[in-house]
Every structure is written in structure tokens, then in C-alpha cells.
């Protein structure tokens, strides 16, 4: 099983980036899938949702109206856009698969997480 990350790196305040998430190995059109980050000296969030068929979606507070997630089971992939990012968007950004709001592998709350890629937002 692998979900493997891509897409981050350095923009600039106000920038946009779109971030991929690639799985293999089960199935991935069954599983919700989900975006972690954990930012430098900060706890892990919880950031965005997708249904199993692509039809909700759901956004922490601090995202809502500027990233949107979205997925393509025929690739078996699920994108992060992130739109008019912020400093504090500056994190290393997880892929999930599973159903709940759960910040880190210790909670066994998702059954299959990615390595994560690193988002930095900077002038």
C-alpha cells in the first residue's frame, strides 16, 4: 500500500499551489480521503475531507473559501488547490485514507497515510 504526495514547495504569499496524492495497492475509490498538515512548532490539523464518491467535501475553518479538494478515482488520485495561501499555510501536508477527522498515526483513526510534502509560503 502506498499513498505517495507531490506538488509542494515555495510560493509566495498569495501564491497557489495544487498538491497530489497518489494511492496504491487497495482500493482507493472506496476510501474518504483526507489532508493533514503539521506546521513547524505547531500540533497537526486537520485541514480537508472527500467522500469515497467525490461528492463532499468538508474544510477546517482556517482553509474554508481558499483550498478545495476534489478527486479523480479513474486515476486514483485526490488534489488539494490552495488558493490565496498565507505564511501560516507553511507545513508538511498528509495524505490519508479513512473516514473521521484524526491528526496523526498514533490515533489509528486512518488506515493508510502518505510521507507528506513540504508546503512553504514566503516572500
Known amino acids: 500500500v502506498q499513498l505517495v504526495e507531490s506538488g509542494g514547495g515555495l510560493v509566495q504569499p498569495g501564491g497557489s499551489l495544487r498538491l497530489s496524492c497518489g494511492g496504491s495497492?487497495?482500493?482507493?475509490?472506496?476510501?474518504?480521503m483526507n489532508w493533514v498538515r503539521q506546521a513547524p512548532g505547531k500540533g497537526p490539523e486537520w485541514v480537508s475531507a472527500?467522500?469515497?464518491?467525490?461528492?463532499?467535501?468538508y474544510y477546517s475553518d482556517s482553509v474554508k473559501g481558499r483550498f478545495t479538494i476534489s478527486r479523480d478515482n479513474a486515476k486514483n488520485t485526490v488534489y488539494l488547490q490552495m488558493n490565496s495561501l498565507k505564511p501560516e499555510d507553511t507545513a508538511i501536508y498528509y495524505c490519508?485514507?479513512?473516514?473521521?477527522?484524526?491528526?496523526?498515526?498514533?490515533?489509528?483513526?486512518?488506515?493508510?497515510w502518505g510521507q507528506g510534502t513540504q508546503v512553504t509560503v514566503s516572500s
Open positions: 472527500i467522500d469515497y464518491e467525490g461528492t463532499l467535501t
Open positions: 495497492g487497495f482500493t482507493f475509490g472506496s476510501y474518504d
Open positions: 490519508a485514507a479513512g473516514v473521521g477527522r484524526f491528526v496523526s498515526r498514533a490515533e489509528n483513526g486512518y488506515s493508510y
